[in-house]
């Protein structure tokens, strides 16, 4: 079992101690659990493994750190933890080409700390989720619901048009949503930006890019990108069908980034 968690400030100011300390003490339900915890200047992790893969599934580098949940299985794969340095590595150098080789049931996250970039990744049938809202200033991370559930930073919310829907999912009342089966995501979150950089296992590249400073009044430039990327993906059905499609939806001053996928 491995759970993690954690907070990014995207504009650098420091997070409020007893927030972090509220976040590590939830991500396990047993309080005598040895929570891993890591703090950089305006972001903190935490991260709960009982060494099931032999590996504690952490790479902390001077100006990188990796978590990992999974195992990705990559090819020619020895273990998890030398899988684990070479994504650290490849992610590092901003290189995304191994991630199309993992396999496995895996999520990772890459925080930079000399460029103060937060990666979030899932696998490709999203076996491993991680659930993410964000608000202009911060992303709050999990891999699992019941964590951003207790997070006094995430705002709980009717959504009624989700409590309406068959089959409706927890993470709609708190305005989050999650890579589905078959759409591994990956998305990258800076001081400047929100971007989409691909699907694990995808060639495609960036699809959509939020400037942070721009998201309060992004208003109709967003909406006629998101009208773009729909009509494009209305002429190609058929790639679609095997491929899904990727959005990014901004809502407004200070609401929530819904960083989803729909086939």
Known sequence: MTLIAGIFNRKGHPLVNGVCRELAESVSRHPKDAIETISQPGAFFAKLDIAAFGSKGVLDSDNALSLLTGEPLLEGSTNRQADLNLLH??????????????????????????????????????????????????????????????????????????????????????????????????LRFGRDAVQTVGRVGDDVG?????????????????QARIAEVLRADAEQRGWIADQGARRVVARGAGAAVHAGLAA
């Open 206 to 222: 960036a699809a959509l890019a939020v400037g942070g400073d721009e998201l309060a009044g992004a208003g109709h430039g967003i």
């Open 89 to 186: 590595d490849d992610l590092t150098k901003e290189n995304n080409d191994r991630l199309r080789e993992a396999n496995g049931a895996f999520s990772l996250v890459h925080f930079r700390k000399d460029l103060q970039t937060l990666s979030l990744i899932a696998d490709k049938c999203a076996i491993r989720p991680l659930y993410v809202w964000m608000s202009d200033e911060l992303v709050v991370f999990a891999s699992a619901l019941r964590i951003l559930e207790l997070c006094p930073l995430v705002p709980k919310k009717m959504d009624l048009r989700g409590v309406t829907e068959i089959g409706n999912r927890r993470e709609r009342g708190f305005g989050l949503r999650v890579p589905r089966g078959g759409h591994g995501l990956h």
